[in-house]
């Protein structure tokens, strides 16, 4: 008889410990569910974060490029500006000369007027290296402007596979759920 009662007991602690097991497994579900989805949640907001910052990193380049044609325009208005200032230089040698022999007569004047004509000269020779210069600037802008829409290329390039890999880890996020 004590043997028969014995048996019932242990089935008893048995069914127990089972339930007791089962009741800790289901409280561990709960609490990978809720690791689990808040993993899904950092992981859905960091590809929004990289995915605001891929958008303000397009806009950026786009005003970089925008401020780049403004500073090629005004270089080329400059450059413009320069060589009319070039050709009025050409005529005011061409006056003083005239005054020059005009005023052979009067020593200290044609002194005076020749040290003028020197500094024009000189500064003639100043805007023709001038726009030499520009010139060359006009041409390594160009070559930036170029530059620029190679980098902004390359952006789209990296914006199309960040979103690549925003796919590829929703689709990883699905096989954890």
């Known amino acids: 008889m004590s043997g028969q009662n014995l048996q019932p007991r242990r089935a008893e602690e048995a069914l127990q410990a089972l339930v007791s097991l089962e009741q800790a ?55 413009e500006h320069f060589g009319r200032v070039a050709d009025r230089m050409d005529s005011m040698t061409t006056h003083v000369e005239d005054m020059r022999q005009n005023i052979q007569l009067m020593p200290v004047m044609e002194a005076q007027m020749q040290a003028m004509s020197g ?49 590829h880890v929703a689709a990883m996020s699905e096989v954890v759920l």
């Open 119 to 167: 500094s024009i000269h000189a500064m003639q020779a100043n805007m023709s290296d001038m726009t030499t210069d520009v010139t060359l600037m006009e041409q390594r802008i160009g070559a930036i402007n170029q530059d620029v829409g190679v980098m902004s290329q390359r952006f789209r390039r990296m914006n199309v596979h960040v979103a690549g890999m925003q796919r």
């Open 25 to 79: 497994v289901i409280a561990n579900q709960h609490t990978l569910q809720r690791q689990r989805n808040k993993a899904n949640f950092i992981m859905k907001t960091v590809l929004v974060v990289l995915g605001c910052l891929a958008l303000l990193n397009v806009h950026f380049m786009h005003v970089l490029t925008q401020e780049f044609r403004t500073m090629v325009q005004d270089m080329v208005a400059m450059y």
